[in-house]
C-alpha cells in the first residue's frame, strides 16, 4: 500500500494530537454535515464514524442507480433502495451522463445524513472519446485533475471516501507508476484519507504488477468471474481460491473488495441468481468488501434485488 499510509489520519478514527488544522477544520466540517447542524449533543464515539473501506465490512453497489425521466440521478429512490438492502456504501460512476458530477454533490450530504459511504469510479482512457462516445465529465482524461477535485470534495464530504478506475489494469501504458505517483500527490497534499482502490482483473494483476504498482494502491475492486479457469459468470466456487492468490501476490497487505456481476457481462453472459447469492456469501467471508455491478432494480431485478438484500444482512 501507500507508503506514507501509516502517516495518513482518518475523519473517523481518533485524531493524534499532531494533526494539521486543516485537518481537524476538516473533521469539525464533517461532523457538522453529520449531525446535520453543529448544535447537535450527541456523544460522538469511534463506532460512530466507520466509513473508511478500512474499518468495516464494505457492502454496497455500484453503478445502475435509478433515474427520474429527464435523465438526473433519483437520489431519493437512491437513497431508500439503498438502506432497503442493507447496503452502507455506493460506488458513484462518472460516465453517460454530464450531469453526474454535479449529482454526486447532491448525494454525498443526503448519503453521509444516511451514513452511507460513497466511492467515485471514473472510466480509462479505452472507455472515453475518441474510443467511446462519453467521457467521465467535467475533467475527461486528466486524472490528475480529478484528483484534485475529488479530494477537495472529500474534504467537505467525509464519507467520500475513495475513488477507483474501471478498467485501470487495461490501461497500464497510460497509468504508469510514474503517472500515478503524480495522482496520488495531489491527493496526500488535500486529504490523504482518501483511498484510491481501481478496478483490476485476476489475469493482468501479476507479480510484476503488484510489485510495481503496491505501493501506490490503498486496495483493489476486483471483479470475480472465475477467470482462473477461462472465465464466466456460472463458477462461483473459486471466489477463496483467487482472492487467496491475489493476497499472495500482495503479501497479504492490499484490501481486496470483490465485485460481482448481478448485470449481465458483454462476453461472459448473464449471472444466475444463485450465482449472484454464492458469490456475495463467499465474498464476505474472503474478501475486505463486496460490491454489486450494477446497483439491482428491485421490479426487474426482483430476485436478484432481494438475494442482495438478504446477503447484507448483518452489515
Partial sequence: MKS????????????????VATAIAS???????FFSSCGSTEK??????????????????????????????????????LKDLNANTYNWLIWQNENDWDDLKLFLPMALKNRIAVWVSLVPP??????????????????????????????NYPNLVAFSID?????????????????????????????????SY?????????QKYAPLLDGILFPYRAESEGGNLQNAELVEQEIAKLRSLFK?????????YLTAHSRLGASTPSYVEEVIRSGREHADG?????????VNDAEKYQIVKTGFVNN
Fill in 44 to 81: 460522538l464515539s469511534e463506532d460512530t464514524f466507520k466509513f473508511s473501506p478500512e474499518q468495516r465490512m464494505v457492502l454496497g453497489t455500484y453503478a445502475g442507480l435509478p433515474k427520474l425521466s429527464n435523465g438526473r440521478a433519483d437520489l431519493d429512490k437512491l437513497i431508500e433502495q
Fill in 4 to 19: 506514507n499510509k501509516i502517516t495518513r489520519i482518518s475523519f473517523f478514527t481518533p485524531v493524534s494530537s499532531g494533526t
Fill in 167 to 199: 478498467d485501470f489494469v487495461h490501461n497500464l501504458t497510460f497509468y504508469t507508476p510514474e503517472y500515478v505517483k503524480k495522482m496520488m500527490n495531489e491527493i496526500d497534499k488535500i486529504n490523504p484519507s482518501l483511498q484510491f482502490i481501481p478496478c
Fill in 202 to 210: 485476476y489475469r493482468q494483476i501479476t507479480a510484476d504488477f503488484a
Fill in 252 to 260: 497479504g497487505q492490499m484490501p481486496i473488495y470483490i465485485d460481482v
Fill in 27 to 33: 473533521l469539525l466540517v464533517g461532523y457538522c454535515l
Fill in 126 to 155: 479505452s472507455e472515453s472519446k475518441p474510443k467511446a462516445k462519453w467521457n467521465s465529465e467535467p475533467f475527461g482524461t486528466d486524472y490528475i485533475r480529478w484528483s484534485e477535485e475529488i479530494a477537495k470534495l472529500s474534504v
Fill in 290 to 298: 463486496v460490491l454489486i455491478y450494477k446497483h439491482p432494480d428491485p
